[in-house]
C-alpha cells in the first residue's frame, strides 16, 4: 500500500492540474522538479557549508565541476561522501539537493560533498560521467582542506546520481584509486533504459511520482533518440565485471517503476562476490529521499543511509589498518 500521505500529495498535486514532467521543457521541468524536491522536505540543518570547483589538477583548462561542501560539528578529520544528485541527468542541481545533503552531513557525521554535474540534453552523456569522474578524483585529493579523511570515502547518490556513484565505483577500482570504503545507491535506473525483465515498469507506469513516460524522455534526452546508454556509464547492468567493488546498499521504493532494475542491479552486485544489502520500502514512491519533511518512512530511509555511511566509514580501531 502506498503509503497515505504521499497519496493525499499525489492525488492533491493532479488535482490542481500539475503536469508531469515529460509534458514540459528541461527548462520548465527544472524550475517544477526544484519546487518538487522542495515541497515535502526537512528544514535545512545547520552545518558549514561552502562552495568549490572540481577540476583535473593537471590541465588548466579543464572544465570546472561545481561542487557545494557540507562539514559537521566536532572535531576531524571526518569521513567523506561524494552525493551525486537524482533528476534523470536532465534535471537537479545543488540548490534543490541542498537540504538533502544537509540532512546527509548532519546524520551520517560526514564531510558530504555534493556534485553539480552537467546535465541533458545541453550536456548529453557521458557528459554527467565524465564530471562525476573528475569531481571524485579531486575531491580524493583536496580532502583534508575540509578537514576530512579521504581514506574513509564513500559515494552515494539517488536516481540518476546512484547510476552515477556507482559508475565511479567501477572507474575507480579499474583505476586503483580513489580508494572508495562504501557505495550506497537510492532507486538507481541501473538498465539505462534497455529493455528487461522489469514489470514493475508496468506495474508503476503510472506514478504515482516518477511514470514511465517520465522515464523514456529523460533516457532520450541523455541518450539519444533511441533512449538506451552505450555502455556501463550509463548502465551499470552491462558492466562486464562487478566482482571487486566497494561494499554498498541498494535502497528501492515499492510504488516505482525503477524498482525492478534496481533490484536487478542489487542482485548482479551479489553473484559478482560484492557485500550488498538491498532494502525495499514497501510505502514509499520513487523519490523518497526529499520526501521526510511530510513522510515518516521517508525519515526513517534518510536515517538509514546515514548510520549505514556512519558505520561503513568508522575510524579502524587503534592499532588496526583500515
Request: with cysteine; hydrophobic share 45%; net charge negative.
Amino acid at each position: 500500500m502506498l503509503d497515505p500521505r504521499i497519496a493525499a500529495m499525489t492525488q492533491a498535486a493532479r488535482a490542481a492540474g500539475a503536469p508531469d514532467l515529460c509534458d514540459l521543457p528541461p527548462a520548465a521541468a527544472r524550475g517544477l522538479y526544484r519546487q518538487i524536491l522542495a515541497a515535502a522536505d526537512r528544514p535545512p540543518c545547520d552545518v558549514g557549508v561552502q562552495d568549490a570547483q572540481a577540476h583535473d589538477d593537471s590541465d588548466a583548462g579543464s572544465a570546472r565541476v561545481p561542487l557545494r561542501i557540507y562539514s559537521p560539528g566536532g572535531d576531524g578529520p571526518h569521513a567523506l561522501v561524494v552525493y551525486y544528485h537524482g533528476g534523470g541527468y536532465a534535471l537537479g542541481d545543488l540548490d534543490g539537493y541542498d537540504a538533502v545533503c544537509r540532512q546527509l552531513c548532519a546524520d551520517s557525521g560526514a564531510v558530504v560533498v555534493s556534485v553539480g554535474y552537467r546535465l541533458a540534453p545541453e550536456h548529453p552523456y557521458p557528459a554527467a560521467a565524465d564530471d562525476a569522474w573528475t569531481a571524485l578524483r579531486w575531491v580524493a585529493a583536496h580532502a583534508s582542506d575540509w578537514n576530512a579523511d579521504a581514506g574513509r570515502l564513500a559515494v552515494a547518490g539517488d536516481s540518476a546520481g546512484a547510476v552515477l556513484a556507482t559508475v565511479v565505483a567501477i572507474l575507480a577500482r579499474d583505476a586503483r584509486g580513489p580508494r572508495i570504503a562504501f557505495q550506497a545507491m537510492l532507486y538507481p535506473p541501473a538498465a539505462g533504459g534497455h529493455d528487461g525483465a522489469y514489470p514493475s515498469r508496468d506495474r508503476h507506469a503510472d506514478g504515482p511520482t516518477l511514470t514511465l513516460r517520465t522515464m523514456h524522455y529523460f533516457s532520450r534526452l541523455a541518450f539519444g533518440p533511441e533512449g538506451r546508454a552505450r555502455d556501463f556509464r550509463g548502465a551499470p547492468l552491462l558492466a562486464d565485471d562487478l566482482s571487486a567493488l566497494p561494499a554498498g546498499l541498494v535502497m528501492v521504493a515499492a510504488h516505482d517503476p525503477l524498482r525492478d532494475e534496481a533490484v536487478a542491479y542489487g542482485e548482479a552486485l551479489a553473484l559478482a562476490g560484492d557485500d550488498v544489502t538491498v532494502v525495499e520500502y514497501l510505502g514509499l514512491p520513487h523519490g523518497f529521499i526529499s520526501m521526510a519533511g511530510a513522510v515518516p518512512a521517508a525519515r526513517a530511509a534518510q536515517l538509514q543511509l546515514g548510520h549505514a555511511l556512519r558505520e561503513a566509514l568508522a575510524p579502524a580501531p587503534a592499532g588496526e589498518s583500515a
